[in-house]
């Protein structure tokens, strides 16, 4: 049998195999696999921004101690939280901030806060958590902060950059400050990127210097050296700024635009008339002429303006402009005129001198074959010329009231009339020049007989007009010499020329009708040294006139008869209130109940015998009373 322990034993040896194995594993280096920690490998902020650290230890863990470190750049752990887990509860404390401002913060259970965020975080923070037979386990979290730089900015060369020379030359200096990382600078010319080796050469090169400021942030200079071409006297140079953001973002700075200034030698010289000319080089005698110069070469050189007379160059001025004027210029100035460029840094093949030709139009005054005033009579023909001299050969015109009656020097007119006379214009001018004309009147006299016609007089019709009516006769004439106009009536008016008639004139009669004027009429004669016309108005028979006299004592009549209506009237509101008043009377009695009138003593005898009708006071029954009483 067995000893009564042995079955107890027996029991215990799993237990005990199980703690040894615990034991063994605990001392094992790789017991730790049981124990593990989360952190984010790599957190990326913008410096200024709050970073927080969260480490979690993985799997169910009543109680563990968590530990946060920093690793400097000595590669140092340096102790800087601790925050200790027993169930529900939580002891968590910062035990060095490092100096660092704001402190770091410590959340509950295990999450390190690192407030506004400096370029002095940018290290290694290491997690670390032991949770007893668990093990220990850590993770490390790497913290990269970014900083935006400062506005590029570009010192350029103010000076002159000569393309003569064979070795290169600084150009600018660029300059990106205070980023994190440190910014790359490229160079740009008309917006594409230089390709400008690190490695000194006389073609150019670029040298930069980086420089940690006291923040931890940098700044970064970098030079530009060229040997400048003549095809950069236009081009435009800037640098720009590269940076890193969080996420793999990237930013872009560019400075100010800038260009060089560059000294290189003549190759060509243009001369060209700068005033108002034609595209084939005619100016206008008198007007002022400007002459211009340019070289293409920087800076300007000395010009020298000449003419070239029979080969030999006659020197005119001398301006580092190339700008001339000639004054009022004339005709003999017509010819060749050239311009040179004294640049001794020129090329043995430049060409630094250039000529024009100078053409000078010019119109002298027009010449008449005749005189200015020509004078000539009804139905007859009349020809006549106009000349002029000028360069370029000038054409001629004719034109009357602006209206055109020819090209060419000759005006020919037939069977003239009054019509033809009047002011004709005979214009030269030249096609190719503009501007440049000459006009020249000449006035034309028709002489004849005089030519009239009347103003229609209102009404026309026969037997319209009546003895008496007054009527305004006008009558228009023309012809050369100027007619007078003379009235078969006195007090016609002067003759006067008719303002929107040219050649014409007027004369105006008022009159009265009578039947003489209807049988003979009244006739308007005009009159000159070559003849005379006449006009007669016919009224016809007139009317005969109303008599005045009837119409005078109709209205006599009527005014009576409403001055006895007012008397009966006033009469009849005297008498209101009495029985028979304005009624006829009964002859031989008065009304029942009327005292007689001629018994009153209240009135004089005068008055009652009007009252009463009577002639002379007698009674209102009497043959010479009213026979009423109103």
Avoid at 105 to 128: F, I, K, M, N, T
Avoid at 444 to 452: C, D, Q, T
Wanted: proline share 7%; net charge negative; aromatic share 6%.
């Amino acid at each position: 049998m067995e000893p009564p322990d042995a079955w107890a034993g027996t029991r215990r040896a799993p237990r005990l195999l199980a703690l040894a194995l615990a034991l063994l594993l605990g001392a094992h280096p790789g017991a730790q696999a049981e124990m593990q920690v989360s952190v984010p490998p790599l957190v990326e902020v913008m410096r200024g921004e709050s970073v927080t650290l969260n480490c979690i230890p993985v799997g169910t863990h009543k109680e563990y101690v968590l530990k946060w470190f920093l690793t400097d750049r000595t590669k140092v752990r340096r102790l800087v939280a601790e925050a200790r887990v027993k169930g529900s509860e939580v002891q968590a404390s910062v035990k060095d901030s490092l100096g660092r401002s704001p402190p770091y913060q410590l959340d509950a259970p295990g999450r390190l806060v690192l407030a506004e965020a400096q370029v002095s975080d940018e290290l290694d923070y290491v997690c670390v958590v032991t949770a007893g037979a668990a093990g220990t386990a850590e993770a490390t979290s790497r913290v990269l902060v970014f900083a935006k730089p400062e506005a590029t900015d570009v010192s350029p060369n103010k000076g002159i950059l000569s393309v003569t020379d064979d070795f290169a030359q600084e150009i600018a200096t660029c300059h990106s400050r205070n980023g994190n990382p440190v910014s790359h600078i490229t160079w740009y010319r008309n917006g594409e990127p230089l390709q400008v080796p690190m490695e000194m050469n006389s073609d150019g090169y670029i040298t930069s210097r980086t420089i940690r400021e006291a923040s931890g942030l940098y700044s970064l200079t970098s030079t530009l050296y060229l040997r400048p071409q003549k095809a950069d006297r236009d081009a435009e140079f800037h640098c720009s700024a590269h940076f890193s953001l969080p996420r793999g973002q990237h930013g872009r700075l560019d400075s100010q635009v800038f260009r060089l200034t560059l000294h290189y030698p003549t190759e060509h010289v243009h001369f060209w008339v700068d005033s108002p000319a034609t595209t084939e080089g005619w100016v206008r005698e008198g007007d002022s002429v400007h002459l211009v110069c340019r070289g293409d070469g920087s800076s300007s050189p000395e010009y020298i303006l000449y003419r070239l007379q029979d080969e030999v160059e006659n020197t005119l001025g001398i301006d580092f402009s190339g700008n001339w004027t000639l004054e009022k210029v004339q005709r003999n100035q017509s010819g060749i005129y050239g311009c040179r460029a004294e640049d001794f840094d020129a090329e043995d093949d430049a060409e630094l001198s250039q000529t024009l030709e100078l053409h000078v139009a010019y119109l002298d005054p027009i010449e008449f074959s005749d005189e200015e005033e020509l004078s000539s009579t009804l139905g007859s023909t009349v020809s006549t010329n106009c000349s002029v001299q000028g360069l370029p050969a000038p054409a001629l015109r004719w034109t009357k009231d602006s209206v055109p009656l020819g090209d060419g020097p000759t005006l020919s007119l037939s069977s003239l009339t009054f019509d033809s006379a009047g002011t004709y214009v005979c214009e030269a001018y030249t096609p190719t020049v503009p501007l440049l004309s000459r006009s020249r009147v000449l006035t034309l006299l028709v002489e004849g007989s005089p030519e009239i016609r009347q103003e229609e007089t209102q009404p026309q019709a026969e037997g319209s007009w009546r003895e008496g009516d007054e009527v305004r006769l006008v009558c228009f004439a023309r012809g050369h010499p100027e007619p007078k106009l003379s009235w078969s009536e006195l007090g016609g008016s002067p003759t006067e020329p008719v303002p929107t008639r040219q050649g014409w004139v007027s004369s105006a009669l008022t009159v009265k009708l009578t039947h003489a004027m209807s049988k003979s009429g009244i006739s308007c004669e005009a009159a000159n040294p070559h003849g005379n016309t006449r006009h007669v108005f016919h009224f016809g028979p007139l009317a005969p006139q109303t008599s005045q006299a009837g119409v005078a004592v109709m209205a006599v009549a009527v005014s009576v008869g409403l001055l006895l209506l007012v008397v009966a009237a006033f009469y009849c509101m005297r008498r209101k209130g009495r029985p028979g008043c304005c009624r006829r009377g009964e002859k031989g009695a008065p009304p029942p109940g009327d005292p007689e009138l001629s018994h009153s003593g209240s009135q004089p005898p005068e008055q009652t015998g009007l009252l009463m009708g009577g002639a002379s006071g007698k009674a209102r029954h009497g043959s010479g009373g009213f026979g009423d009483e109103c």
